[in-house]
Structure formats: C-alpha cells, structure tokens
C-alpha cells in the first residue's frame, strides 16, 4: 500500500529514487561561562569560524554551473555579504566580550534578537527573509564546531556518487545546499519546514529540482534507501509506492519531460495563427530580475511592469532618479523590445505605509473601493510627478509606454494628462530628452470603465484589460478573499461581454487592446479571448509558452462563431461545454 504524504509544491516535476534522510543534529549552542582571557581566544576561534564558512560558501558559488541562471549565484552572493557585514561579526564579538560567554551562545542570542526583530514587520515576505540569517548562523556554527559529525554544505561540497539520483529528505535546506545538491545530480528534495516563497524554493525553480517543501515529520518515516517519488506539481510525496502508481509517475514524467522539449522549440518560432494574424505575446514583470525570465521565453516585450513593488520593503518612497535607474537597467536589458510602464497602483491590498494606510486618514473599511491606482497618484502629485518624470526621462533610451491604473472617469484621463503635460513642458525647460510621442495607455479593471471604452479609446493611445480587478468588481468578490473565491469565473458571460465591449471599442478607434490580467497566461481561455478579437497578451513569463502553443495551432477564423457562444451562455455548465469545445 502506497503511503502518501501531502506538501507545498515548491518547484515543478516528477522524481524517482533512493531516498537520502539527513538528520542534522542541531549544535549544541548553551552557554558557557568565560574568564576574560578566555574570551580573547574564543574571539580568535569565532573568527577562524567565520574565514571557513566563507571559503565553504566560496566553494559552492564555484561549483554553479556556467549555464545556470545568474540569480542563483546572487542567492550565495547575499549570504557571503551577510558574512562580510561587519555588523555580524562585531555584534557577536561584542557578545562574546561582554557578556563571556561562548561564541555558540552569543550567536544564538544574536540569531533570537534578530528573529525578534524579523518577526515584528508588517511585510510577511521580508519576514520570511529571517531564512537567510539563519542559513547563514547555521553555517558559522557548524564551522566552529570542529568534531563535525554534521551534514551540511560542506558534505555536499565533498561530491561523490552518493548523492545522484538521491531523493534528499530533509528538516530543512540553504540555498547553498540547493546549488551543491543539484551540482551532484540529486533527483530532487523535500523539506519539513519552508515555504514557497523561500530562498531555497526559488532556487529550486531556477534549477529545475522537483521539490516540495512543508512535510511535516517526513524523516520520522523515511528511512535512507528506500525508493520515495516525489510529484512536485501537486506538492506529494509517495513511499512504499504500489507497482502501479509508479509506472503512472514515470508516464508522467516522460509526459512532463517531453512537454518541456516541446515547449522549448517554441521559443523562437513566430506568433502567428495558421491563417496568419499576427499575436503579440508579452510578459508581466513585476521587479527588475524578472527581465531574465522574459529573455528564457523570447517574449515580445513587457505589456505590464508593476512598478507599484518598487516603493514595497522600505521605508521612504523612491526618487526620480532611483526610477529612471531602474527603468533604464529594464530598457538596456529589453534590446529595443518596448516596455509598458505602469504607474504605481498602491492601495487595496498593496499598501504604502505612510502613505495608504496611516497619517491622518482614518482605515478604509473597503480599501478595495477606496483611494488607490490613479485616485491616489493625482490626489498626491508629489507622489505621482517624480515617476512621470521619470518615465518619459526613460524614454528617450528606448520604446516606453506608460499606462494608468484603476481609471473610472474621463476626468482622471483629462487630469492625468494636464500632469503630464506640465512634466513635458518642465523636461523641455531644462533641456531633457524623451519620447514627444509617448503612448498614454489606460488599464480598464472596474466595469464602469469597460461600459465606457469607446470614451477611452478616443482620449488613450492604446487600452489594457486587466482582468484580476475587472473580474472582481464585475462579480463583486474580494480578489483576496478564499470565501468566495468559489463565485471566481473569469467566463462568467458578464466578464466576457465586457472584455469583448472593449475590444470592440479599441478596433472602432483604431487604438490597441491588450489584456494583462492572470486569465491572458492561462491557457484555458487562450482561444476563447483570441475568438473575441483580442491579439495582445501580457502574462507571468513562465505562462507564457503554453499560451504560445495553444494559440499558435489553431485558426482564428474558426474561434470566432464558437467565442461568441460564451456571451449567450447561461449555465457554468454550458460554459464548460463550450471551453471544451473551443480546446479540442
Ligand atoms: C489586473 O487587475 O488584472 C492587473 C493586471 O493588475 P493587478 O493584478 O496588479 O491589480
Ligand atoms: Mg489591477
């Protein structure tokens, strides 16, 4: 009977093999009362600790293959920086000195303080980052402990067969282990703790180790040497697995495996239908590195940069000159591919302390309806006028469109471009090149917008459909909310009639319609929205291929009579009905 074991699908695959059970006893980190002469000697030793965690550190930063995303040496980079930090090994020095203890102690006062400090942000996912600093105290502390009887970075380091095609079980990993692991062909791993938003998860997709994360007492039941599998689509684990169950994975597996081939061939073939309309496939980006993700796929350029992350885990609001850095770095790295910047859309549930949701004014109690996207950038045009300026400074190094969020009324176009008008005439004034002819672009997320593109249309350069919010106000559920997550149906007729109303408009006026919400990398609803007209998608880069070969298979003309359907559905059931039909 197979035993099943249920955790977080951190990286996506299919693994079979010999399990390997780490079992790191922790380091004993009690305290040891010093006399002061002893504690000039457990500096010395502290600091013998630290040179060897770097220079095992520096090991595995060697061993990352040449071909491997640059972002996973940036993962061991941070950690030899935290090393470096002078704060680190002052702070533990001072603990040491006066307080004569043991450097062990002092390290696990330090962790503790900062595991406080960690723990009180209000941002969950910088407080995840705690990760990292006890990656990184863990290494020292299993420098200084000399009788090693530990695994850890430096047993990977030491290579040797028996870690290929091994299924690692562990209590947890660093992202230092995950490079070396894969360095040694391990098949791919599990943890009990972390989650998907770990260093060591991300890495795992960037290597492309199946992997799950979260199952919890996984080495109480594994025993080293036991065949497991490991299907990290669906975040499971499988032991003492039935004959059966197991030709199913490796089916499985060859399936996945012969997917990504495929998908890989698509990369530099064009994006055109089979009657030859011509597609516009783009990415979502929503930091600076997802640019090397856009380069992996060959997308067209970025439909939707979310520059919203740029003023998130800080405490002041960027300057000019930091956006015009960042969206020049963006710009070199596109090649002349065409980058749509959005105008930060804080607010909601993307808050800006000091900004949305403290100061003077009382909590929204329906943050979703209240001051954000293009309602808070023109009520604070101190906020709003150094992006713009910004932006079109950005634009005289390559193609730059700039798109406005969370538009209701003509009038917040009207204001926007007196804005804008005023940051032109001021760029001019003081000699600054930029783009005269800058595409205006308007997201349309809130029905009422939709109901009146045609407006839209005739004022903006070109329209985007951002569906996440669209379908949320159209159907009246919280985006965020898991208890109606159940009414979410981006085919809801009232969804498509509206996507359709725009893109009618758009054609009408001759102005392009993209769509940049969740449901354009979803490949689902590929075709459906390609019968309806559209032709510009905007996605998560790594959607985007699938997208690719759903659309690049099929003929336009035959969508368009089975797309309209849709909008005369009256049933989820009849909707299922056609989705079927319009993807066979
Ligand atoms: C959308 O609402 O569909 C969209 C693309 O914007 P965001 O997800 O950033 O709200
Ligand atoms: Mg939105």
């Not at 997709?205 to 994360?213: D, N, Q, T, Y």
């Amino acid at each position: 009977m197979t035993i099943e074991f249920s955790g977080i699908a951190v990286s996506t695959g299919i693994a079979i093999g010999e399990a390997l059970t780490l079992r790191r006893d922790s380091v004993d980190v009690s305290e040891r009362a010093l006399n002061k002469k002893e504690t000039t000697a457990e500096v010395r030793r502290l600091k013998r600790a630290l040179k060897t965690a770097r220079a095992q550190l520096l090991a595995v930063r060697d061993s990352i293959p040449k071909d491997a995303p640059t972002d996973v040496s940036a993962f061991i980079e941070t950690h030899i920086l935290m090393l470096d930090d002078s704060f680190f090994s002052e702070r533990t020095i001072t603990i040491i000195k006066t307080e004569q203890i043991n450097a062990e102690a002092a390290l696990h006062r330090q962790m503790q303080e900062l595991a406080r400090a960690f723990d009180a942000m209000e941002d969950r996912n910088l407080a995840t980052r705690i990760d990292d600093v006890r990656h990184v105290i863990d290494s020292v502390l299993r420098a200084l402990d000399v009788d090693e009887s530990h695994v850890g970075i430096s047993d990977f380091s030491m290579g040797g067969d028996h870690w290929s095609g091994r299924i690692v079980v562990a209590d947890d990993l660093t992202p230092a282990d995950t490079v070396a692991m894969q360095h040694h062909g391990v098949a791919g791993f599990v943890t009990e703790s972390g989650g998907p938003l770990s260093h060591t998860a991300i890495l795992a997709r960037s290597l492309g180790l199946p992997a799950i994360v979260g199952v919890h007492g996984a080495r109480r039941y594994i025993k080293t040497g036991e065949t497991v599998a490991i299907d990290g689509v669906n975040g499971m684990m499988y032991a003492e697995t039935t004959e059966a169950l197991l030709v199913d994975l490796r089916n499985e597996q060859k399936r996945l495996r012969q997917e990504t081939r495929d998908l890989k061939k698509l990369i530099d073939t064009e994006s055109t239908t089979t009657d030859g309309v011509e597609l516009s496939l783009m990415a979502n980006i929503d930091i600076e590195e997802d640019i090397k993700a856009l380069k992996r796929v060959n997308a067209a350029g970025v439909g939707l940069y979310r520059t919203e992350f740029l003023y998130l885990n800080r405490e002041t609001t960027p300057t000019e000159a930091e956006h015009l850095r960042v969206y020049q770095r963006v710009l070199r790295a596109l090649k002349g591919a065409p980058l749509t910047i959005r105008t930060i859309d804080l607010g909601a549930d993307k808050n800006l302390p000091g900004v949305t949701d403290t100061g003077n004014r009382p909590t929204d109690s329906n943050p979703a309806l209240g001051l954000r996207g293009i309602r808070l950038s023109l009520s604070e045009p101190s906020l709003f006028t150094p992006q713009l300026r910004a932006i079109f400074r950005a634009s005289a190094k390559g193609p730059v469109r700039a798109l406005l969020p969370m538009l209701t009324n003509m009038e917040e176009i009207r204001q926007s471009q007196q804005l804008i008008a005023q940051v032109k005439e001021s760029l001019r004034s003081e000699g600054l090149d930029f783009d005269e002819n800058l595409p205006i672009g308007g997201m349309i997320e809130v029905p009422a917008a939709a109901l009146i593109a045609d407006q839209f249309a005739e004022e903006l350069d070109f329209l985007s459909i951002g569906t996440n919010d669209l379908i949320q106000y159209t159907l009246a559920i919280d985006r965020v909310d898991d208890q109606v997550n159940y009414l979410y149906e981006p085919i809801h007729a009232s969804v498509l009639r509206l996507i359709k109303q725009v893109i009618d408009a758009g054609q009408s006026a001759g102005k392009p319609v993209a769509l940049c919400g969740e449901m354009a990398g979803d490949t689902r609803y590929a075709r459906l929205l390609l019968g309806l007209g559209l032709t510009e998608f905007s996605m998560p880069p790594s959607l985007l291929l699938q997208v690719k070969r759903s659309l690049v298979t099929c003929k336009r003309s035959k969508l368009r009579k089975q797309a309209l359907a849709f909008l005369d559905a009256s049933s989820r059931e009849e909707r299922q009905a056609l989705l079927e039909r319009i993807n066979a």
